[in-house]
């Protein structure tokens, strides 16, 4: 007993030193043991969850961006399909205005040497009714182009779903 007795007067004259670290000691416990963690809110500001709310919490928000990224998908897809037939449409165009100026160069070319020959006096039957051959064919070929143009308009409307192509 004399032993105990000496250790606790060493303990009271060092009071100061064996109180502050069982102090602090006791915090650390009570903090990392007895207190609950917290961390800020995903969705709501100001507002400390625990893990298990802030788990639940994650679920939600991820859920929610899975979904804004589908939707964000089905819209790219949308877009991609509108940029495809614009490029199309581009394309038929261009090549429309194409044979158009094509059918027009042979035109002016056929007036041209018609009028050359009108103009030395070398009309002839035969020159004439070639002259009208040709002219018929190109008025054939612009009444042919235009006529599937028309057809691949009612085409496109009918596989659009419309239905009112005529």
């Known amino acids: 007993m004399n032993w105990l007795t000496g250790f606790l007067k060493s303990i009271d004259h060092n009071r100061g ?19 609950t963690s917290t961390t800020p809110s995903l969705m709501s500001p100001g507002e400390v969850l625990s893990r298990d709310a802030f788990d639940r919490e994650v679920i939600f928000v991820e859920g929610e961006m899975a979904a804004e990224r589908s939707q964000i998908e089905a819209a790219l897809v949308t877009y991609n399909l ?10 038929t ?56 143009r028309r057809k691949d308009g009612v085409i496109t409307e009918l596989k659009a779903g419309n239905g009112n192509a005529t």
């Open 82 to 91: 509108r940029l495809e037939t614009l490029h199309k449409q581009i394309e």
């Open 93 to 148: 165009g261009y090549a429309s205005l194409n044979e158009k100026d094509l059918r027009a160069a042979k035109f002016i070319k056929v007036s041209g040497a018609l009028a050359t020959t009108v103009a030395t006096g070398g009309i002839t039957a035969p020159g004439v009714i070639a002259a009208l051959l040709t002219l018929g064919s190109v008025g054939y070929g612009v009444g042919k182009g235009y006529d599937n």
């Open 17 to 35: 030193s064996v109180i502050g670290p069982l102090i602090a000691v006791l915090v650390i416990f009570f903090v990392t043991i007895g207190c």
